[in-house]
T-cell receptor, first 114, second 110 residues
Framework: SAVISQKPSRDICQRGTSLTIQCQVDSQVTMMFWYRQQPGQSLTLIATANQGSEATYESGFVIDKFPISRPNLTFSTLTVSNMSPEDSSIYLC???????????FGQGTRLTVV | GENVEQHPSTLSVQEGDSAVIKCTYSDSASNYFPWYKQELGKRPQLIIDIRSNVGEKKDQRIAVTLNKTAKHFSLHITETQPEDSAVYFCAASYGNKLVFGAGTILRVKS
């Protein structure tokens, strides 16, 4: 099965700054997904990233706050912009999962905003 | 709307007993229902999945059942072991994405 790697694994950032998270898959995938997992909570989809088009954002998430790049079929980035302590969370990238295939997740980025 | 409800939120069982976690979904068009296990500090890992053309699937101590009419599906773990302790998430497909349940913390007491 494909390998998906994500970095950084963790970071502590000052409020008002931005952090870019990178996700690399070792094979080409059509769609990549970015999730947020707040402490003790479930996985909430932020957006779906397609190569060659703008990402599709879920309700409650906007491009200005979470800009996404998808320059090719193996790579994507998520930026958390103008961070506040409420953005402290784990962010996960993923591919697969629907309509009927296994979803694979990156190891996650644990973000703490101080 | 897109919704997956999962119960219970916490489940404690004695080692060797069975554990059952239940989920309901809202969209009759959903056709893929995976279950993920997430250990502390780790990424979610698929443990079993079921597609809408199947009513039950089993893999060793783990089984999943699906009732499409009622729009609910369940995870069954038999002969639980301490290493089964983790958070379990159900999910349902909505188009090209997955929507996850809130999760169940399973504690297996030895």
């Amino acid at each position: 099965s494909a390998v998906i790697s994500q970095k950084p694994s963790r970071d502590i950032c000052q409020r008002g700054t931005s952090l870019t998270i990178q996700c690399q898959v070792d094979s080409q995938v059509t769609m990549m997904f970015w999730y947020r997992q707040q402490p003790g909570q479930s996985l909430t989809l932020i957006a779906t990233a397609n190569q060659g088009s703008e990402a599709t954002y879920e309700s409650g998430f906007v491009i200005d706050k979470f800009p996404i790049s998808r320059p090719n079929l193996t790579f994507s980035t998520l930026t958390v912009s103008n961070m506040s302590p409420e953005d402290s969370s784990i962010y996960l990238c993923s591919f697969g999962g629907a309509p009927d295939t296994e979803a694979f997740f990156g190891q996650g980025t644990r973000l703490t905003v101080v | 709307g897109e919704n997956v409800e999962q119960h219970p939120s916490t489940l404690s069982v004695q080692e060797g007993d069975s554990a059952v976690i239940k989920c309901t979904y809202s969209d009759s068009a959903s056709n893929y229902f995976p279950w993920y296990k997430q250990e502390l500090g780790k990424r979610p890992q698929l443990i079993i999945d079921i597609r809408s053309n199947v009513g039950e699937k089993k893999d060793q101590r783990i089984a999943v059942t699906l009732n499409k009419t009622a729009k609910h599906f369940s995870l069954h773990i038999t002969e639980t072991q301490p290493e089964d302790s983790a958070v379990y998430f159900c999910a349902a497909s909505y188009g090209n994405k997955l929507v996850f349940g809130a999760g169940t913390i399973l504690r297996v007491k030895s």
